[in-house]
Structure formats: C-alpha cells, structure tokens
C-alpha cells in the first residue's frame, strides 16, 4: 500500500523543539506536493477534522503556513533522501496533537493546494505532545 509514515513526535515541554520526517513507502513523491497536517484530540476522527499546518510545493519552490505556524515551523524536503521535514519551535501546549503528512493527489500542481480532500496517501500520524 502506498502512504506517507511521519514519524519524530514525542514528548516536550513549552518552549522546545521537535523535527518531524515524512517517508514515503511504495513509490516516491518527487512530483507531488506534500502537506503537513494536525488532528487534535476530540471524538471526530476523520480526514476533514485534520488541519493543514504547512505544505511544501513539489519543487520545493513554494512554501505555505498557516498563520498559528508561521514563523515557528519550516517545511523543507530532501529530494535525495525521499523525506519531508518540518521542524517545529517554540511548541505550545495547543500544538498537542497527531501529525500526518500526505501527498497531493495532482502532480506537479502549479500552487500549493490547502483543503485536505486534495490530499491522498495518507499513513500512520506521529503524537506530538506539549506539555505546560
């Protein structure tokens, strides 16, 4: 089955800093965008309660944040080594969640696509956890 794993969540304390990795099983994604995502704690657990955190383009070119992660988090990906990353700072408490990552459905799309329906492959999330 082709997914998208993300993986380096944990345990931190407010203030810190954790880097997450997205790899890739079955194919690579060098034509595709790929979106970072959160889902928080709550009793609905489907894909339209994940909220879109950054997104890179499939060239790399272009970068999207939303505005509770800009300037705190930095989405990059490492064409050689297959993996997306985004490095998270100055967590806060409400950054506690589940991350996954996915990849665009459209190759090679020309902007960077937000809602989550976009967005396919998704694999197992990794828990980020802050405390206070």
């Known amino acids: 089955q082709v997914q998208l794993a993300a993986s380096g969540g944990g345990v931190v304390q407010a203030g810190g800093s954790l880097r997450l990795s997205c790899v890739p099983s079955g194919r690579t994604f060098s034509d595709a965008g790929v979106a970072w995502f959160r889902q928080a704690p709550g009793p609905e657990r489907g894909l339209a309660e994940r909220?879109?955190?950054?997104?890179?383009?499939?060239?790399?070119?272009?970068?999207y944040y939303t505005d509770s992660a800009r300037g705190r988090v930095t989405i990059s990906r490492d064409t050689a080594k297959n993996t997306v990353y985004l490095q998270m700072n100055e967590l806060k408490p409400e950054d506690t969640a589940v991350y996954y990552c996915?990849?665009?459905?459209?190759?090679?799309?020309?902007?960077?696509?937000?809602?989550?329906?976009?967005?396919?492959?998704w694999g197992p999330g990794t828990q980020v956890t802050v405390s206070s």
């Open positions: 996915a990849a665009d459905r459209t190759p090679r799309r020309p902007y960077i696509a937000t809602p989550w329906y976009e967005y396919d492959y």
């Open positions: 909220e879109i955190i950054a997104a890179i383009s499939w060239d790399a070119d272009t970068t």
